[in-house]
């Protein structure tokens, strides 16, 4: 059950109460009977079980970093880097064969 809160306009108490969706909301205020209107709250809750985002669907941290590399073009450094020394060492043997 939902948890509403509601101001007096009379006496400025602020009221938390526990209804039903299908209760009626409050008109007047328990303490002094002025008018009360309901008011929007900041209020947290927490889905648990199955089947939902923070349990079933998200991934944490994994493949964000590195698409933001590669979006960065810090990925291509990284892999064109082995390839350069790779070509190097290539080069060299080639050398050092024609050589001996």
Do not use: H
């Not at 089947?51 to 450094?77: C, H, I, M």
């Amino acid at each position: 059950m939902p948890i509403y809160e509601y101001r007096c306009d009379k006496c400025q108490r602020i009221i938390e109460v526990m209804q039903k969706f299908s209760d009626k909301p409050l008109s007047r205020c328990p303490s002094c009977s002025g008018r009360v209107v309901r008011i929007i709250s900041n209020c947290t809750f927490q889905l648990k079980g199955t089947g939902w985002y923070v349990t079933d669907y998200k991934k944490g941290d994994s493949g964000w970093k590195e698409k933001k590399e590669k979006d960065n073009g810090a990925d291509t450094l990284k892999t064109e880097a082995p390839k350069a020394e790779a070509k190097e060492a290539k080069k060299e043997a080639k050398a050092d064969a024609k050589t001996a």
